[in-house]
């Protein structure tokens, strides 16, 4: 499994995001500019929907760019215990300690993108593999650690 291939598929995917939401916010800036009416509390009322619109927006472009900034900071140098930037294999499922992201598919391969500060990370941080563990209730091994 290539850490630098998984990074710079999260970056990518990441960027996209960041693009995409200020699009969405220049879009609804310019409609906020274009809205006019005689009509004042209707114009204001429209006014204060495109402010919410754009805060909205706004902090979940802030979450895309910590996200950003966090990946920024793993190497894709080899791990031996669960820290951040490692990629965990247990016999259900690979999971990347990196940030939030969710399902990947890669070259063929599932792998779970998740934040170090995810339940089942905190309750595996630090063990290496063979390390046994239950979570939820189902006892797993680590079998490998990338």
């Known amino acids: 499994m290539n850490k630098a291939d998984l990074l710079g598929y999260l970056n990518e995917q990441i ?3 960041i693009a995409e939401f200020e699009n969405l916010i220049a879009d609804v800036r310019s409609s906020n500019n274009d809205t006019k009416s005689s009509m004042g509390d209707k114009y ?3 006014r ?15 979450v895309q760019l910590d996200q950003k900034a966090a990946l920024s900071k ?5 791990c031996d215990i669960v820290k951040n930037g490692a990629i965990v294999q247990t016999k259900y499922a690979y999971f990347f300690v990196s940030v939030g992201f969710g399902e990947i598919i890669l070259e063929g391969q599932k792998i779970f993108a998740v934040s170090p500060e995810a339940p089942l990370i905190q309750a595996i941080w630090g063990f ?3 390390s046994q563990f239950v979570f939820n209730g189902v006892s797993q091994e680590i079998l490998a650690i990338y």
Do not use: V
């Open 44 to 46: 204001e009322t429209s």
């Open 128 to 130: 290496s593999s063979g």
């Open 15 to 17: 960027d996209l995001k």
């Open 74 to 78: 793993i190497s894709s140098e080899p």
């Open 48 to 62: 204060e929907m495109l402010q919410q619109e754009i805060n909205r927006l706004q902090s979940q472009l802030k």
